[in-house]
């Protein structure tokens, strides 16, 4: 395939208006020793035969399983609707809004995204999105150290290892002292142990709600906690739940993080995905990333620009909050379309049914033999469950019977070998709950 | 004015339907305690499915799009993005695949065609480049260079050696000096010459033993190869020194060079431009970083292995590893759009876009040298640097009015104003895929820009007149930061 519209006769008369004789001609400042003959690689091929390659690649994978796993990312439902407006070229061949006047459907969109996150998690203020989750609490992690000018940040275990992990990575040459607590399936964070954590050097103290193992919580206290230690408190949150769960702004927090895709986002293999970012107003300058915010333009009509750019990196260079250039602009689109279609009542519809199915689920796994609910805490959609086995070994003989039936806590959690992570969304039937129960009575 | 989608709302209108509960579901008890419960439900608009339909579709009509418009906004390569590519991606074997599912122990089986798309989308990254191995993780192209400069780290470290200084030249992209400040090092700028090159003299006062690494972009930001390439490296290796290749601008080199045959120790690359991958009004992209051998065992975890018998197997056992920088395997859904796009094109259809970029921004800059000030006039590559100095001082039309003529021209302007060493930049790149067509209709209004400039410059401080909105005010937006419609009304 070629996408180049220019025909032999284009090409002689603009390298003729140019003044030069071929193409190479264009390319005399590459030293000659270190131009490449020619790529090895395969000649180009027609759209029939790539969506064939594909398509065979596809299907060497197992997407239709009756699947029950989570740990923060969900097969929820995707309204037809967002697909469709998302496709709209309009919105997904543009660019960064760099130019107001022709990025008005953008700079609106995003305004209604930031407004929407505002409204879930109960903030004053919301960034135009960032890549993911964890790169979103990996971001909040540097700002609480630039606002607070403290470098110890305390982490509850019941945050996404793999956020966890990503956190250390981001911060490894940044002189932050990350120091962990204990936390299990068992119960919702310790809160002596957290308090006593809390010191004048403390920057922030993070949690995450529902935690890892799906346990819910009222941090009100932490919050508190937090502020009289001089700390912030961050929140990484699930958005789905906050259709029927106490918002974070509510509890106190001070920055809240979280990984849009369920909000109308393919699993899609691990991305893309959307964090989300939103804080108190008195932190807004210290926050990164892209924002938009309202105005006039010169008739006084309303508007929406970037703003605060000061803060970014094509302003302020190395002293930037962040080297945060883009945001995930379409997967914010994809969220707000989302989050329009559900509205009020259909969020806390989805929500409930999230939390009933996986009541219902908890009540019939619990009925197994040898088979442990270990949450004593209130749970959402998600809960751990304890096998009389190997965790690990008991999904792989479930896959052959169609179920990916949760996931092996032991991979993060080695002390947790036989613990199981089942989710559960609105898409799951009961009948399908049932079945799952009655192969993995067999299983065991 | 749009209202925004909270103004349409109307109490107890509704658009979804989720599936049914059973009457056992509905019975089972939540044990959700008053605690932890919201008061309200959350404060989403309340309208129906056509309410959104409407207004979604009335808010895209308000933007200028590739599809719709002649966009050259320099170093963003905005290039047509080919539907297969779209189609493929979201083929549901795909969109539908959990990714932990390769974490459970049986896993890799259920998801090796996956796990092929990503192994055989880095070997092709590696011949396209030259390097020996990419990670696929970054999400973005800042998001590869804060990767580059933790590899570049983790590699002195494991030297034995703290070096703290990053060597980055005024011309760069300022996602550089961010990048490598947020990995730890402090950033020393290098001037350019007269004739748009780094400053070798600078450079070498500047390197020192104490320089981790030198970042670069090739062709550089005033869309000029850099001719001091083959010195910079020798010297950069000489002193222990890694070379980072920012890629923003490899749409024009495909085929024609490669960073690692030029010397660079490390390279990100914009698939969302090089690879056509939509930009999406602002992401998500995907910045893939390959590196040289010596770097290879610091990429982050996992990387995708083949096996002897043709299975592929996600390798988490690496200890010099710098970790996760991603919580998966990069935007897999982008990054399987740049396989398709490199199995479209071949090896030659790379080559042939790269050309035609070229072309393209030449043939831009000849026709408009006459009346625009080309501060480095000479063969460009992909991109043209021009400048409004001439029609600032002569007649007080700045580069943003000419972005703003050019917008009721009807198309979207270059990127203004940047790089920063350059007053009044209009920075612009056609790519290949526009025809002589456009190029010579936008060539007609650029001239027409700059006589109107001469002969009536108070014209330009009402433009654009053809766009619902006109000059919006960005101090007012900075000042009442209203981020935010919080509260309905």
């Not at chain 1, 949150?237 to 769960?245: K, Q």
């Not at chain 2, 020393?188 to 450079?203: K, L, P, S, Y």
């Not at chain 2, 009015?401 to 007053?423: R, S």
Request: hydrophobic share 40%; charged share 20%; with cysteine.
């Amino acid at each position: 395939m070629t996408f180049v519209p220019h025909t032999d006769k284009d090409r002689a008369e603009m390298l003729s208006a140019i003044g030069v004789r071929s193409m190479d001609d264009l390319f005399a400042d590459i030293p000659a020793e270190l131009r490449v003959k020619a790529l090895d690689m395969a000649e180009g091929v027609s759209e029939q035969e790539v969506y064939d390659r594909l398509h065979e690649m596809s299907r060497r994978n197992a997407h239709s399983l009756t699947s029950f796993l989570g740990g923060g990312f969900y097969d929820h439902v995707i309204p037809a609707a967002v697909d469709s407006l998302t496709s709209r070229g309009e919105f997904f061949t543009a660019y960064t809004p760099y130019q107001p006047e022709v990025s008005q459907g953008t700079l609106q969109a995003i305004f209604e995204y930031q407004s929407m996150i505002c409204r879930l998690t109960g903030m004053e203020a919301a960034n135009a999105s960032m890549y993911d989750g964890g790169t979103a609490l990996a971001e909040a992690v540097i700002m609480a150290v630039n606002v607070t000018g403290r470098d110890k940040v305390v982490i509850s275990t019941g945050v996404n290892p793999i956020y966890r992990r990503m956190i250390r990575s981001y911060t490894a040459n940044l002189g932050i002292r990350l120091v962990e607590l204990s936390a299990s399936p068992d119960g919702v964070l310790d809160r002596a142990v957290a308090v006593a954590a809390l010191d004048g050097d403390t920057a922030a103290l993070i949690v995450q709600n529902p935690d890892y193992f799906g346990s819910v919580d009222d941090f009100s206290d932490l919050a508190q906690a937090a502020r009289d230690a001089g700390a912030l408190l961050i929140a990484s949150v699930y958005p789905i739940s906050l259709g029927l769960l106490k918002r974070p702004g509510d509890m106190g927090a001070d920055i809240v993080t979280g990984e849009g895709q369920s909000l109308g986002l393919p699993l899609s293999f691990g991305g893309p995905y959307l964090g989300f970012f939103a804080v108190r107003q008195a932190l807004v300058r210290k926050m990164p990333g892209r924002i938009v915010g309202e105005t006039v333009d010169r008739h006084g009509k309303r508007c929406f620009v970037l703003t605060l750019q000061a803060r970014e990196q094509h302003i302020r260079r190395e002293k930037a909050t962040s080297n945060i250039c883009t945001n995930g602009a379409l997967c914010a689109l994809r969220a707000t379309v989302f989050m329009s279609l559900l509205g009020r009542q259909g969020l806390r519809e989805m929500a409930q049914s999230c939390a009933r199915k996986a009541a219902y689920a908890k009540r019939r796994l619990a009925q197994i033999k040898g088979l442990r609910v270990r949450n004593r805490a209130p749970v959402f959609n998600e809960f751990t469950i304890e096998l009389p086995a190997e965790a690990d070994g008991v999904v792989c003989k479930l896959i052959d019977n169609g179920f990916a039936a949760g996931f092996p806590l032991g991979r993060y959690y080695p002390e947790l070998g036989n613990c199981l992570l089942v989710a559960l969304t609105e898409k799951r039937s009961k009948a399908e709950i049932d079945s799952f129960a009655e192969a993995l009575e067999v299983a065991l | 004015m749009i209202p925004l989608i909270f103004e349409k709302s109307v109490p107890g209108r509704r658009a979804v339907t989720l599936p049914r509960l059973s009457p056992a579901e509905l019975e089972a008890p939540l044990e959700l305690p008053e605690g932890v419960l919201a008061e309200m439900p959350p404060d989403l608009p309340e309208v129906s499915e056509l309410d959104v339909i409407r207004h979604f579709t009335a808010l895209s009509q308000q933007n200028f799009s590739v599809d719709t418009n002649f966009y050259p906004l320099g170093s963003c390569t905005m290039k047509y993005n080919p539907r297969i590519c779209e189609k493929v991606a979201a083929l549901e074997g795909f969109a539908g695949l959990h990714p932990l599912l390769p974490q459970l122990r049986c896993g890799e089986t259920l998801a090796q065609g996956a796990l092929e798309v990503l192994w055989q989308t880095e070997r092709l990254l590696c011949e396209l480049t030259g390097m020996n191995a990419f990670t696929l993780q970054p999400m973005a192209g800042a998001h590869g260079e804060l990767t580059g400069m933790l590899l570049i780290a983790a590699y002195h470290r494991a030297n034995g050696e703290k070096r703290e200084k990053v060597l980055i030249p005024d011309s760069a992209h300022g996602t550089n000096p961010a990048s490598a400040s947020m990995a730890g090092f402090k950033v020393v700028t290098v001037a350019t010459d007269a004739e748009g090159n780094v400053d070798i003299a600078d450079f070498k006062s500047k390197l020192d033993s104490d320089t981790a690494a030198v970042m670069l972009t090739c062709p550089n930001t005033l869309g000029i190869f850099e001719r001091g390439i083959r010195e910079i490296a020798d010297l950069s290796h000489d002193n222990g020194t890694l070379l980072y290749y920012d890629g923003a601008n490899m749409n024009a080199l495909m085929g024609r060079a490669r960073p690692g045959d030029l010397g660079f120790d490390v390279v990100h690359l914009n698939v969302h431009k090089t690879l056509s991958t939509p930009h999406g009004g602002g992401g998500p992209g995907a910045g893939p970083v390959g590196v040289t051998a010596a770097l290879e065992p610091f990429l982050p975890i996992a990387i995708v292995d083949k096996h002897d018998d043709g299975t592929f197997a996600l390798n988490y056992d690496r200890p010099r590893s710098i970790g996760c920088i991603a919580p998966f395997y990069g935007n897999f859904a982008v990054l399987a759009r740049a396989f398709a796009y490199m199995l479209l094109l071949g090896g030659d259809g790379l080559r042939q876009a790269t050309d035609h970029a070229v072309l393209n921004a030449n043939y831009l800059r000849v026709k408009l040298q006459d009346d625009y000030e080309i501060p480095y006039n000479r063969v460009c590559m992909h991109e043209v640097l021009l400048s409004a100095n001439r029609q600032m001082k002569l007649s007080g039309v700045r580069a943003l009015d000419i972005a703003k003529a050019l917008i009721d021209a009807g198309h979207h302007p270059p990127t203004v104003y940047f790089p920063l060493i350059v007053h009044e930049a209009l920075m612009i790149e056609p790519t290949e895929t526009e025809s002589k067509e456009t190029l010579d209709a936008f060539i007609a209004d650029m001239i027409r820009i700059a006589r109107l400039a001469q002969s009536d410059p108070e014209v330009f401080k009402t433009m654009p007149e053809e766009t619902r909105v006109s000059r919006p005010d960005e101090t007012k937006a900075a000042r009442e930061m209203k981020l935010a419609m919080i509260q309905d009304g």
